[in-house]
């Protein structure tokens, strides 16, 4: 049995298949998980990585427990810890996508779970599945992952989305990496000494638009309010780094911008329209992303994941 809990179990043989998966979905039909069921635990808000899975589970013929808003409707208000809780559901189902507040979580659910555990995002820490779409709609919209330079904007201290994207970038050649974010905001030690290892070239700047004009790809992230000492904390660093038109329109021919939604007014909507906007095109490639991952995790493919190990 196989769990999903960060983006470095999989390499690129793996990601290929994935991929390779993802795309046919694009024009076949497949019920093959038909008589199987995903629960979704979500301790934390969101729209597009449960609805998505959920989607996911559905086109692929199998059926979904939901639990949106656990940490107010489920038994953790009255103490029951993310183990037990684990410990009951994998009764229930043959797949857990669980989002937490805490980092390690998913992590934690995976060392007593019976069915396989899918990180959709654990506090600060990581949101694998998010990265293997950004991934793939940077191989779909530029038409390869190897030889390009990509900006991370905003939020890079709390982004988990961004730090898992990094991580997985490393595993490709000649990828380029520009930090574009405030002092206080920077990506954190434990990336960039990955970064070091894997021989990834990458500079850190306060320069938003020097980074788009030279840029193939542009990530722009939402400043991550929840995460936040205090709310005067927090409005220090919103509305740092907004997007707007005339930004846009200084990107490279072919260029693309994606965020990993939702926004919260770092892009302003006047971008939309730009040829380079394909952060609602990304969405949509995640129901084919988590519909492969579901039939890697669930179907014939669940041996091409690496385990996951904890780490000490
Ligand atoms: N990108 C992302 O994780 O969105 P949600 O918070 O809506 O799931």
């Known amino acids: 049995m196989q769990h999903l809990i960060e983006t470095q179990q999989f390499d690129r043989e793996a990601l290929n298949r994935v991929f390779e998966i993802a795309t046919s979905y694009e024009s076949k039909r497949d019920e093959s998980l038909r008589g199987k069921i995903l629960a979704s635990l979500f301790f934390e808000p969101s729209t597009r990585t449960r609805l998505s899975f959920e989607s996911a589970m559905l086109r692929l013929g199998g059926n979904v427990l939901s639990m949106e808003n656990a940490s107010e409707s489920s038994s953790a208000t009255k103490g029951e810890t993310i183990e037990d809780t684990i410990r009951i559901v994998d009764n229930y189902s043959d797949a857990i996508v669980m989002r937490h507040p805490e980092a390690g979580a998913a992590a934690r659910a995976a060392t007593v779970s019976e069915v396989p555990i899918i990180n959709g995002g654990d506090g600060a820490g990581q949101h694998p599945t998010q990265a293997f779409l950004d991934l793939y709609t ?120 994606i965020h990993p939604l939702p926004r919260a007014g770092e892009i302003a909507p006047e971008v939309d329209d730009s040829p380079h906007a394909v952060y609602f095109k990304q969405a949509g490639y995640g129901v084919l992303v988590r519909m492969a991952l579901l039939k890697t995790l669930l179907g014939e493919g669940k041996k091409t994941i690496r385990a996951y190990r904890r780490r000490k």
Do not use: W
């Open 138 to 257: 940077i191989a779909r919209e530029i038409g390869r992952t190897d030889d390009f330079h990509v900006a991370f904007v905003g939020d890079l201290k709390y982004g988990r989305a961004a730090r898992s994207l990094a991580y997985l970038l490393g595993k490709y050649d000649k990828v380029r990496m520009t930090f574009v974010s405030a002092p206080a905001l920077k990506m954190k030690d434990d990336i960039k000494e990955y970064l070091n290892e894997s021989n990834v070239r990458f500079d850190e700047t306060e320069d938003i638009k020097r980074a788009m004009e030279i840029a193939d790809v542009v990530y722009q992230t939402r400043v991550q309010k929840e995460r936040f000492p205090s709310q005067e904390e927090y409005l220090k660093f919103k509305g740092a780094y907004v997007i707007d038109r005339s930004m846009v329109d200084h990107m490279k021919k072919g260029a693309i911008l």
